[in-house]
C-alpha cells in the first residue's frame, strides 16, 4: 500500500486559482527536467531500476556474522540510512535485535572514542562511505577504524570487515581501498549525496541490516509513475513544489515535517538536509544574488505539543506544514481502567494508547487547520519499504522542482566549501596557509560585549 | 569554572548604538522585574536557593538498588533531564552505566510496548513528573507501568518503586499518590514546565542518576549574580535578548542553536522548548493580537556542516546564531598518520580527533562571521554541573527579559489547550461531546488535492 499525500489543507492559505496558475509553468519545467534527464542530469530519477544483486550477495555472504555494523558517513552518507534503520527497523535501541547499527556522523572525540572502547572489533562490520574519498571527517574516522579493526582481527580480519562505498574512479577512498584490496562499492555518478539514499550509499548498510532493498526501489519506482505527469494537479511532487514556493513567496520561510510516530521522526531529518543544502542558495542560475531558502524544521508528535505547537498555533503565519502520520502501529496496549472517581483520569481507561496517540494527532492537525495554517498530510498506511521508497523519491523529485521555480540550482552546495578550506588552514593541509591567515584575520569575538 | 558567552559577533549586524538606545528601557525592565520577583511572580529565579536535602536522601537511599530509571514525564517534564543526562552523564547509549535512564516523552505505543518488554519490573525505578497532576499523556502511561510493576513487583514493589512528582496540593496524580501511598515530591508553585529544570523535575531524577545537584543550583546561583546587573552592557540576560529583539524587529526569525559537541546538543532542546512556548504568542499584555514568536532550531557541529551550513552560510539572512562549544572534551585520540602520498588524507595524520574537530567548528564560526551572520559564542571551559546550572539560568532570565521587549507574557501557554480539548472530545471525556462534533466539523483535507 502506497503513502497518501493530502494537499487539501494547503487551501485556503493558497488560493486554488493561484495554484492553477503555475500550470503552464510546471508543463516547461517538465519538459526541462525530461531532457535533462535524457542527458544523464538527473541520474537520481534512474536508480529505481538498478540492478541491487551485487550488494544483496555482499550482504547474504555476511549474514549472521557480525554483531555490529558500524557506518563511518556525515551528511548524505547518513542521514537516509538513520531514516531507513529508524523506519523499517526500529527508532529504539531497547528493541534493536543483531546487526547492532552505529552511525558514526559526527567526529565528537567521546563519541569515537566511546564507541572504540565499547565494541569487540571481531564482531564488528565497519563500512566507510564518502563519494569524494576525501571527507575529512569520514576519512579520519576510517584512519581510526582501519588501525583498530587490523589491531584487534588481524590484517585478514580488517580487509574482511571494511566495506567500503564511495566514487567508482576517483578520490583517495579508491585509491586506499585498491591498495588495502577492500570490497568496494561505487556511487553512481552525478547523485549528489542528499540524493544517495537509493544508491549504495543507503542500500548497501540496509541490506546488511535486513531490510527489503528492492522493496525500497519498488516504492520508488511506483512513486516515478505517480510523479510523471505533467499536469500540476495530477503530480504530487510539482503541486508540494507549487505549493511550497507560493509560500515562499508569502513569507512562510520555515518548512516544519511534523512526524507522529517515532518510526517517522528520522525520515524528517533526512528531508532537512534535502531541503536546506538543495534550496539554500546565494545565487540563481544567471549568476545574481538571490539569497534564497526556506528553513527546514523537524518535529515529533505528541511530544514536541508540549514543546513547539504553542508557537505553531499562536506564532507568526510564517510556516508551512507537512505531518506524517500511520495508519496503524505495530504493538499497542491497552490503557488500564483505574480510579473511577478521578474524572482527570478516568477517561483514559479502556482505551488504547494508540487510540490517545491517534486522537491528539488528528486533533493537532484540527487546531492548526483550524487556525488557518497550511498542512500538508502524509499517511503510511504501513510503514514497509515500498511507503518509505515513494516517500524519498516523491520529496527529492518535489526538492528539484521547487529549485526550478526558485531559479537556482538544487543539486549543488557551493557554500561548504569556504568552512572546508579554512579548517584545511588550521591543520596545515598544503596549499591552504593562505587560508589560516585569513581566518586568524577574522574577528570572532569583541572583548566589549564579552563575558565570563 | 563558569561559562563564556561572547556577544562580540553580533556586532556589525546590530550596532552598538542601537542596542544602547535600549539601556534606559533595561533598567526600566530591572526594576519591573524585580518588583514582580518580590511579589512571588517569578519563582524560578529563587530556586538556586532550594534545600536539596530531602531528594538527596531519596537518592542515597535507592543508589545502586535498580538496574534502570524510568521517567514518565513530556516537554517540561522532561526536556531538562535529557539535557542534564547528556551533558552530565553521556549523550552515548553504549557509554551508559547504571541506572541506564528511559525518559518515555512520547506515547507512540510502539515505544512504550517494547520498553515494557525489554525491562525487569524489579530491577526498575520509576519517577512520573506532571504538575497539573493530569496531563493525558503521562498519567496514560503511569496507569500503565502501575499495571506492570504491580504485576512484576508485587503491590509494596510497586509502592517502592513508583516516585511522584507533581503539584504540592492540586491534581489527580496527588489525589493518586495519596491513595497508593507514594512517595511524592513538589514542584514549586508557579514555577511553569520550561522553567522547571531546577526544581524537582530535573533534579529528583538527576540526583538518582549521580549528578550533582548542588553544583548545579551553585552555577544557577552564580549566573544569577552574573545577570543582577540593571546596566544592559553588564547583563548577559539582558544583552542577549536585546540582541535577539532586534533580530526579531530586523526580520532575523529564526534562532539557531548550533552545539559543538554530542553532549550540549540536548541543550539545544531543551532551549527550544523555552524560547518558542514562551515567546510564541498571538496576543500582547493588552490583548491585542499580535502573533509573534522566533522559531528556534537546534543543530549539531560537525555533522550538521554537512545538511544545514549550505543554507546557514548562502540563504537569506533570517537567523540569529547560538554557538556552544567546549574547552577540551573528556576523551580524545590520535589520528594515525597513514598514505604520505595522498594528499588529500596525509594531512590528517599526526593530529588528535578533538583538534580536527575544534578547527572544524572555529573555521565554521568564521565563515558564519565572514557572512555577516549574527553568531553569539558560548563556551563550555568544562561541561560539569556548575556550568550547566549557569548556562540554565542565564536563558530563562534572558527568556523573560525577551518577553518582556516583546510586550506578551512568556509565562503561560494559551495556545495548546484546544488540541488538547479536541482530542479529549474524540477520547470521549465527559464534559468535551461538542469538542468532537467541533472537531469533525474542521474541514481536514480535500478530495481534489489528495493523491493515494
Chains 1, 2 share one sequence.
Not at 556474522?65 to 556525515?74: D, K, P, Q, S, W
Not at 567508482?168 to 588495502?180: N, Q, S
Not at 542560475?285 to 518535529?299: I, K, N, Q, Y
Not at 557554500?415 to 579548517?423: D, I, R, T
Request: charged share 20%; hydrophobic share 45%.
Amino acid at each position: 500500500m502506497g503513502i497518501t499525500i493530502d494537499f487539501g489543507c494547503m487551501i485556503p492559505a493558497f488560493s486554488l486559482q493561484a495554484v492553477n496558475s503555475y500550470a503552464g509553468k510546471l508543463r516547461a519545467l517538465h519538459a526541462r527536467l525530461g531532457e535533462r534527464r535524457a542527458a544523464g542530469g538527473l541520474p537520481f530519477c534512474d536508480l529505481p531500476a538498478q540492478d541491487t544483486g551485487g550488494l544483496k550477495d555482499c550482504a547474504r555472504r555476511l549474514a549472521g556474522r557480525f554483531a555490529n555494523l558500524v557506518v563511518l558517513g556525515i551528511g548524505g552518507s547518513a542521514l537516509g540510512l538513520i531514516a531507513l534503520n529508524s523506519a523499517l527497523r526500529t527508532p529504539h535501541r531497547w528493541a534493536e535485535k543483531p546487526p547492532r547499527l552505529y552511525v558514526l556522523d559526527n567526529i565528537d572525540p567521546e563519541r569515537v572514542r566511546t564507541l572504540l572502547d565499547a565494541l569487540d572489533p571481531r564482531q564488528t562490520l565497519v563500512n566507510v562511505i564518502t563519494k569524494s574519498g576525501d571527507t575529512a571527517e569520514t576519512m579520519a574516522s576510517f584512519l581510526i577504524f582501519r588501525e583498530w579493526l587490523a589491531a584487534g582481527a588481524g590484517e585478514a580480519g580488517y580487509r574482511e570487515r571494511m566495506l567500503v562505498t564511495t566514487d567508482r574512479a576517483k578520490g583517495a577512498l579508491r585509491r586506499i581501498a585498491e591498495e588495502d584490496r577492500l570490497a568496494t562499492f561505487a556511487v553512481p555518478d552525478g547523485v549528489g549525496g542528499r540524493f544517495s539514499v537509493l544508491t549504495p550509499v543507503g542500500l548497501l548498510p540496509a541490506a546488511l541490516l535486513g531490510i527489503d532493498v528492492d522493496g525500497l526501489l519498488a516504492g520508488a519506482a511506483a512513486m516515478a509513475a505517480r510523479t510523471s505527469s505533467p499536469e500540476l494537479l495530477a503530480n504530487p511532487a510539482y503541486l508540494g513544489a507549487v505549493l511550497h514556493h507560493l509560500g515562499w513567496l508569502g513569507g512562510r520561510r520555515i518548512s516544519v515535517m511534523l512526524a507522529y510516530a517515532d518510526r517517522l521522526y528520522d525520515l524528517a531529518d533526512w528531508y532537512r538536509q534535502l531541503w536546506a543544502e538543495s534550496l539554500g542558495k546565494r545565487l540563481d542560475l544567471d549568476g545574481a544574488e538571490v539569497r534564497v531558502g526556506p528553513t527546514p524544521v523537524r518535529s515529533l508528535g505528541v511530544t514536541d505539543q508540549h514543546s513547539q505547537l504553542q508557537l505553531y498555533k499562536e506564532g507568526p503565519d510564517d510556516k508551512i506544514y507537512t505531518v506524517l502520520r500511520v495508519g496503524a502501529f505495530p504493538a499497542d496496549l491497552p490503557i488500564p481502567r483505574a480510579f473511577p472517581e478521578l474524572e482527570a483520569v478516568a477517561y483514559l481507561g479502556g482505551h488504547t494508547l494508540q487510540e490517545l496517540f491517534q486522537a491528539e494527532a488528528r486533533a493537532t492537525e484540527a487546531a492548526l487547520v483550524k487556525e488557518g495554517r497550511p498542512l500538508t498530510s502524509v499517511s503510511f498506511p504501513v510503514v514497509d519499504a515500498g511507503a518509505v521508497g515513494e516517500f524519498f523519491f516523491w520529496l527529492e523529485l518535489q526538492t528539484v522542482a521547487a529549485g526550478e521555480l526558485l531559479g537556482i540550482n538544487p543539486l549543488d552546495q557551493p557554500g561548504v566549501e569556504e568552512g572546508k578550506q579554512l579548517a584545511y588552514g588550521l591543520l596545515g593541509r598544503p596549499g591552504y596557509q593562505a587560508r589560516r591567515a585569513e581566518l586568524e584575520a577574522i574577528r570572532t569575538g569583541d572583548g566589549r560585549l564579552s563575558f565570563g
